[in-house]
């Protein structure tokens, strides 16, 4: 069962690591079949090298293991809560990913310095509050799931696929598994060089809107424009 969304999220999480977005066993991709409502994800905490498709793992949105011989990821009520509350997403991707941790660390939203940016992410990425000690005592993953929640609430999680958890690090999604660790890794890229601009220019401001309102509508908006027609 699932063994298409299976062979799908298990290359999504050997992408992560060549695109050297994760270290050890760090990380995690899962994908949802919104038709069964069933959801495949990475067994927790092991080797890339000797993972294998028929390792993932199948849960359904109470969190109960459908199918597979081994743990899901401890982070899987965080992509319950994200799928529950993002319908039109396929695919979700956490990582610690050096840069973009960096950003959550610092408790610093990424501002769109940039049409790099703008061409990804529609407005400045996100953080969340910190949690609080009985949020982290009751359900810790879970209540991780509903105060990224809670920070989209006026938010459009299509035009925004990227949060940062105060503290912690990046959660990504996308249309897809794939789709979501090609959005981790824009996010990672936007971070380091918004690091370095940073550097270079201490009080940097956003791009004006004008800008960042023509890269984003070019590639996603109704009159989209970037790249080849689609036939
Ligand atoms: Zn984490």
């Not at 969190?63 to 997403?89: C, M, R, W």
């Not at 940016?117 to 400045?124: C, E, I, L």
């Not at 609080?132 to 990224?148: D, F, K, L, P």
């Not at 925004?160 to 996308?174: D, E, I, Q």
Request: glycine share 8%; with cysteine; net charge negative.
């Amino acid at each position: 069962m699932m063994e298409r969304l299976k062979e799908e999220v298990f290359q999504a999480n050997l992408q992560l690591k060549r695109y050297g977005l994760v270290t050890l066993t760090w990380g995690n991709v899962s994908g949802i079949d919104r038709s069964c409502l069933c959801i495949v994800i990475k067994p927790s905490g092991v080797e890339y090298e000797s993972m294998s498709a028929a390792d993932m793992v199948v849960v359904d949105l109470d969190g109960n293991v459908i199918e597979g011989h081994l743990q899901p990821s401890s982070d899987t009520p965080t992509h319950i809560e994200l799928y529950k509350a993002f319908p039109a997403i396929g695919g979700i991707v956490h990582t610690h990913s050096t840069y973009a941790t960096m950003f959550a660390q610092a408790c610093r939203e990424i501002p769109c310095l940039g049409t790099t940016h703008a061409d990804h992410f529609n407005g400045s990425v996100p953080v969340t509050r910190f949690l609080t000690s009985s949020e982290v005592e009751s359900g810790y993953e879970r209540q991780t799931g509903a105060v990224i929640v809670e920070r989209f609430n006026g938010l459009n999680p299509s035009g925004m696929p990227a949060v940062l958890v105060a503290g912690h690090a990046p959660f990504a999604w996308g249309r897809s598994a794939v789709d979501a660790v090609n959005n981790s890794l824009i996010l990672e890229r936007v971070a380091q060089m918004a690091l370095g601009s940073f550097q270079l220019s201490q009080n940097l401001g956003a791009i004006p809107s004008y800008i960042q309102e023509k890269h984003y509508q070019r590639k996603h908006g109704p009159q989209a424009y970037y790249g080849q027609k689609k036939l």
